[in-house]
């Protein structure tokens, strides 16, 4: 599975972004797709999940209200709309994929198998 992230930016505080998560060479039917994002000096943290037969989704708490990720099956891409961004929201975005298991939507990013090389999100104040 090849995943390719894009739609990053340079946007100030209160803007909105859209990112996209394509996958290559298979479909995302099986799988549960995540986003995570990495701020310089900081470790990698989770943002939010969508399972993809199902529609389920979670997100992170500093996120909840603010961003939606969603699915476009005829496409095989991920997106996640992300609104009232802010300055702490800059950094690192990376899709994520992993086969699912059940109708659990993980959050670590160690349950994922495969990822994409990012796209840099930038909020200026």
């Known amino acids: 599975v090849q995943l390719q992230a894009s739609g990053g930016g340079l946007v100030q505080t209160g803007d909105s972004l859209k990112l996209g998560c394509a996958a290559s060479?298979?479909?995302?039917?099986?799988?549960?797709v995540g986003w995570f994002r990495q701020a310089p000096g900081k470790e990698r943290e989770f943002v939010a999940a969508?399972?993809?037969?199902?529609?389920?989704?979670t997100y992170a708490d500093s996120v909840k209200g603010r961003f939606t990720i969603s699915r476009d099956n005829a496409k095989n891409t991920v997106y996640l709309q992300m609104s009232s961004l802010k300055p702490e929201d800059t950094g690192v975005y990376y899709c994520a994929a992993r086969y699912s298991r059940g109708l659990t939507i993980a959050r670590r990013e160690g349950q994922y198998d495969y990822w994409g090389q990012g796209t840099q999100v930038t909020v200026s104040s």
């Open positions: 969508i399972l993809w037969i199902a529609g389920g989704t």
């Open positions: 060479a298979r479909t995302f039917s099986d799988f549960t």
